[in-house]
């Protein structure tokens, strides 16, 4: 990266960058405590891990822009180590995740993002809609009318105030109103404050407390490669949201490295493992954030509001908060795929679905994007195993011609050896094999057990047409082509 790439990114949006950061941190807040509380753990140590991850990401991810912090979709793995073993094994399982993250970064795994199908990228934002707007839900329990005029009054601000000026994020307008409004009014609706104890103290460097040997590595190995895998589905995902987004584009194994150093700081500075938020990436892009700095400043406001400004911070009303993630999960859900059912083949329909079901059921974003891959893999075998013959007139009484089109794998071979009819009135066969390709070990047995089948029956086969790739698999591992290779399939 050369030092014009990296002053833009760090200094080419600034205004935008400060302002969404702004945004962010805010909107940060409620959902680190909201995930310390899942993961069983002190509020500080999901606000600890949220200021590490957002500074140190700033730094050294591959995707400006994103934010990354402290997320429910790893939060929900570490309930029973926490629960089991405690917080210093959940610190040391963190650092451990870094570790396993950065591994994977130089293993590019980024590259796996081209086999994520766009109906699987459509389910999974729409699941994650879903689920940001459910989450909300809670807030209005035990609320009475104030509550509601609230989250109202932010999502109008959020939606009309950009029609008149765009020079501040309309978000972090709707949060100082509504923080005005309750306090000018005294009014009883949930603030920040009444999320959880908020501790006016910076995060210190400490070695996890456990004994460093091998059944400590036991215990935390399976938890941090879960997180690992997880986190960087999710970061990944939402990476390709934002380029999509922001129309640019991002460096995916560089961002799996730096989710992994970022996770190890966080480890080492009391703070659990996290990944890249889209609900907050969504915000950032939307309240004109586009650079490093947005996610380096939401992670030093964040710390600033609860050191320095905490007074004012626990005042916040929830009722604006909510209006924000409001705005994400109306924002972050595709509702053109409403409207486009009867356009897109139904397979695609399906995945897109299953997706969102599985993502629902399970509240876990890297089962319900596995499920869709896996279903749109099986979709895909069938459409490419329609394998087409057709049978065509040979010069003489005594030959025929087989014409074969298709692809030739595990999927289509049961159909093909099923195809020909055996005992026919011929000596000699040609196998056409000009439109076809063998891709794997099953092609390669079914082309054997056509030509013995024939071969029992008095009839020659000729293989003819095959591409070079096709060949070296047939020379490499036919069973007919070995010399005695017939009669000792045929038991001769």
Not at 7 to 17: A, L, S
Not at 222 to 241: D, H, K, R, W
Not at 407 to 429: G, M
Request: glycine share 8%; with cysteine.
């Amino acid at each position: 990266m050369n030092i014009n790439t990296i002053k833009y990114q760090w200094f080419g949006n600034i205004k935008g960058d400060i302002l969404a950061g702004i945004v962010v941190a805010l909107a940060l807040i409620p959902e680190a405590i909201a995930f310390s509380l899942i993961a069983g753990v002190d509020p500080m140590i999901g606000l600890y891990a949220s200021f590490c991850i957002a500074v140190t990401i700033a730094f050294v991810g591959g995707r400006p822009g994103m934010i990354s912090a402290a997320t429910g979709a790893t939060a929900l793995l570490m309930v029973t180590l926490v629960s089991d073993y405690g917080l210093q094994y959940l610190l040391a399982a963190t650092i451990l995740t870094g570790i396993l993250q950065i591994i994977m970064g130089f293993l590019k795994v980024g590259r796996l993002m081209k086999f994520v199908p766009r109906s699987v990228m459509i389910g999974f934002v729409n699941a994650l809609a879903i689920l940001i707007f459910t989450a909300q839900l809670t807030h209005f329990t035990g609320e009475s009318w104030p509550m509601y005029a609230m989250v109202a009054g932010a999502l109008a601000i959020i939606y009309i105030l950009p029609r008149f000026t765009k020079a501040v994020p309309s978000p972090l307008i709707a949060i100082i109103v509504m923080t005005i409004i309750a306090v000018m009014t005294n009014s009883d609706v949930r603030t920040v404050g009444d999320m959880g104890n908020l501790s006016q103290q910076l995060p210190v460097f400490l070695l996890p407390d456990i004994p460093f040997n091998l059944e400590t590595l036991q215990i935390i190995f399976p938890y941090s490669l879960s997180i690992a895998i997880v986190g960087l589905v999710e970061s990944f995902l939402t990476a390709q949201i934002v380029d999509d987004m922001t129309d640019t584009t991002s460096n995916k194994n560089t961002e799996a490295r730096g989710q992994g150093i970022a996770n190890i700081v966080s480890g080492f500075f009391g703070g659990m493992a996290g990944c890249a938020m889209i609900g907050q990436s969504v915000i950032n892009v939307k309240s004109g954030g586009r650079g490093r700095l947005s996610a380096f400043t939401a992670g030093v406001v964040l710390m600033l509001m609860i050191i320095v400004f905490n007074e004012y911070l626990v005042q916040i009303p929830m009722a604006a908060l909510v209006g924000v993630m409001f705005m994400v999960s109306i924002g972050t859900f595709d509702w053109a795929c409403l409207t486009s059912f009867n356009k897109v083949p139904v397979t695609d329909t399906v995945v897109m679905i299953a997706t969102v079901i599985t993502v629902l059921m399970t509240h876990n974003l890297a089962i319900g994007v596995l499920v869709g891959i896996l279903l749109s893999a099986i979709f895909f075998a069938a459409k490419i195993s329609k394998v087409e013959i057709t049978s065509l007139s040979a010069k003489g009484k005594n030959k025929k011609i087989y014409r074969v089109s298709g692809q030739l794998f595990f999927a289509s071979v049961t159909d093909f050896v099923d195809s020909f009819e055996y005992k026919e009135d011929v000596k000699e066969i040609d196998l056409d094999l000009s439109d076809a390709h063998l891709w794997d070990d099953s092609a390669v047995g079914a082309i054997d057990k056509v030509i013995i089948k024939f071969y029992q029956n008095g009839i020659k086969v000729n293989l003819i047409g095959l591409n070079m790739e096709s060949n070296r698999l047939v020379e490499k591992i036919a069973v007919h082509n070995k010399p005695g290779g017939l009669d000792k399939a045929v038991g001769h």
